[in-house]
């Protein structure tokens, strides 16, 4: 897992046990200027062969979070936003032909 979705792992780990998917691949792309925050990755369903592609973007629980009283514990989503997505949004990428990438 690259940066970018360690950054943001426990939101995903969130979306894998609500949804049942398990996340296969990770598009860590060069323009993406918010790799803290937002993460594109291929995500395959436990009971099928059906996978898709989803962009994510979440806030996650710091330190500071909880002293302003935003949030109860480190790691929290403090707000999220995922949809399903066919092209990288960041550099164009066809992301159906780019498993692995």
């Given amino acids: 897992m690259n940066d970018a979705a360690k950054n943001i792992a426990p939101a995903f780990e969130l979306l894998e ?8 691949s990770v598009h860590d792309c060069i323009n993406n ?11 395959k369903s436990l009971t099928s062969e059906a996978g898709l592609w989803r962009f ?10 909880l002293v302003n009283g935003d949030a109860e514990q480190i790691n ?26």
């Fill in 76 to 101: 929290e989503i403090i707000s999220s936003s995922d949809f399903n997505i066919n092209y990288c949004p960041f550099c164009g990428l066809r992301l159906a032909t780019h498993l692995f990438t």
């Fill in 33 to 43: 200027n918010q790799k803290s925050k937002v993460a594109i990755v291929y995500l």
């Fill in 56 to 65: 994510g973007d979440f806030q996650i629980a710091e330190e500071a979070d």
């Fill in 17 to 24: 046990k609500i949804f049942d998917y398990k996340i296969y």
